[in-house]
């Protein structure tokens, strides 16, 4: 695991004037700022109010990244994308997300009921985790749905990200608001994990969001501080912003966002866009179809549980079990409960 996805993974689990004040210099040697916590309120509520925890759309989205030529530091955007990717993203509320690749239909990724699966059609065969609602493929779904993504804002979502975060700045520009900020708890849960493991302190890496508190609010863009290689102090953001919008149904959503990658060796930059090419709603009462396909064998290493989707033998741990009751998907938090009362085949 690369040191960037695990400060992402603790991330996860764990006001107007914008001036600096002098205050004690914390362990990831950044000054907070005051802001006065009615401006901080208004961002929280319009945050939330702009991002729900899902929307019931279906987006055709194409995924273009552009690398730098050989000695260049930024690409060129008139020369072709080095890769193309192109998708087909269902959201269903909080309750399902399914990624379908154009270039490889049999292969499917879902996410439902608090499991994340990789499917492989054609072999009827997946692999999975038990795993918060993700971005498998870094579509910045948090923008192009405006929805509130843990992988994003951690369990505590954007509001609480903003309320209880520590401010590191704090701007206004019209009704545009931009906020950096440590999330809750991430600095705590750095500072833990170096004391149980004698190591010396980490820093809790920033984040940011631009937002228009304007009436209907929308998240403009976010950008996240790279931990910085060993021996280079030089702090760099990854960040993505919306170029430009539509409407779906009666939603404003992005069309267009332009995201910018840098290289933490050498400062270079990867620019990728992602760009909607076909959106629609979907009825929010619509029927939500089964999950699974009945007869697909699931694997979670993790765990070492392998089920099939309606039947109700199992194998977990090296032990082969029969259920009670048949498995529909992933058994999460209940895995312990139904074992109770498995018995050995």
Not at 107 to 120: L, M, R, T
Not at 171 to 200: C, H, M, W
Not at 216 to 239: I, Q, S
Not at 311 to 339: A, C, F, N, V, W
Request: glycine share 6%.
């Amino acid at each position: 695991m690369t040191l960037f996805l695990f400060l992402s993974l603790l991330l996860t689990v764990s006001m107007t004037s914008g001036q600096a004040v002098p205050v004690p210099v914390a362990v990831h040697d950044r000054i907070p700022v005051q802001v006065d916590p009615a401006a901080l309120e208004r961002l929280a509520v319009a945050t939330e109010q702009a991002l729900p925890s899902g929307r019931h759309l279906r987006l055709k989205v194409t995924k273009s990244i552009w690398t730098p030529a050989e000695g260049k530091l930024t690409p060129d955007l008139k020369a072709a994308p080095a890769y193309v990717k192109r998708l087909t993203v269902t959201m269903r509320g909080d309750q399902r997300l399914t990624v379908a690749h154009e270039g490889n239909p049999n292969y499917v990724q879902v996410w439902a009921d608090g499991a994340s699966y990789n499917i492989e059609l054609d072999r009827r065969i997946a692999t999975a985790h038990a795993c918060a609602m993700s971005d498998p493929h870094d579509l910045q779904l948090h923008l192009l749905m405006q929805v509130a993504m843990s992988g994003e804002f951690g369990a505590q979502g954007p509001g609480g990200c903003i309320r209880r975060g520590e401010p590191i700045a704090y701007s206004e520009a019209g009704s545009n608001v931009t906020f950096r900020y440590i999330v809750p708890g991430f600095q705590e849960n750095l500072d833990r994990f170096a004391k149980e493991r004698d190591r010396p302190p980490m820093r809790a890496h920033a984040s940011e969001l631009t937002m228009d508190i304007a009436d209907p609010p929308r998240l403009l863009g976010t950008a996240r501080e790279l931990p910085p290689l060993k021996g280079n102090a030089k702090l760099l953001d990854a960040t993505s912003k919306v170029e430009e919008w539509h409407h779906v149904g009666d939603i404003a959503l992005p069309r267009v966002i332009r995201s910018v990658w840098p290289d933490r060796r050498n400062g270079s930059e990867q620019w990728i866009i992602t760009r909607v090419e076909a959106a629609e709603v979907i009825a929010a009462d619509a029927p939500l179809p089964q999950a699974l396909p009945d007869g697909l064998v699931v694997t979670d290493g993790t765990l070492q549980l392998t089920f099939t989707v309606g039947s109700r033998d199992i194998t977990y741990q090296g032990r082969t079990l029969k259920l009670t009751e048949p498995l529909t998907g992933h058994p999460g938090s209940t895995l312990q409960e139904i074992l109770v009362t498995a018995v050995e085949r």
